[in-house]
């Protein structure tokens, strides 16, 4: 039996927004691949948006070490890419604290 996903987290509740799964994640792609010949599973996982997050293939003796390593490094990514500093919000950040210290 595949349970996809854990206890206490859904991803399919009407609350949450999109498809916030690691395995749909557009950004961040997570290539597993058996390898007989060594009997290992290879995984890699490239980010298309920031190449520099991307991870060299390592190889696990089995699949639920690999599958494991591919959710784990492709969250560790999407949480660098939100934790990275935004333009955006720091000009309408810096604009309200103006402000705020103009009506004073």
Do not use: H
């Not at 959710?71 to 990275?84: D, M």
């Amino acid at each position: 039996m595949l349970i996809r996903e854990e206890f206490g987290r859904s991803y399919q509740s009407p609350d949450q927004v999109g498809n916030n799964n690691w395995e749909n994640n557009e950004d961040v792609q997570v290539e597993t691949i058996a390898d007989s010949y060594n009997n290992k599973w290879l995984v890699s996982v490239t980010c298309s948006s920031y190449p520099e997050f991307s991870l060299p293939q390592r190889a696990f003796e089995d699949e639920q070490s690999a599958q494991f390593y591919s959710r784990e490094q492709s969250e560790k990514i999407r949480n660098q890419i939100l934790n990275l500093p935004n333009p955006t919000n720091e000009s309408m950040l810096r604009e309200a604290i103006r402000k705020i210290i103009l009506s004073v």
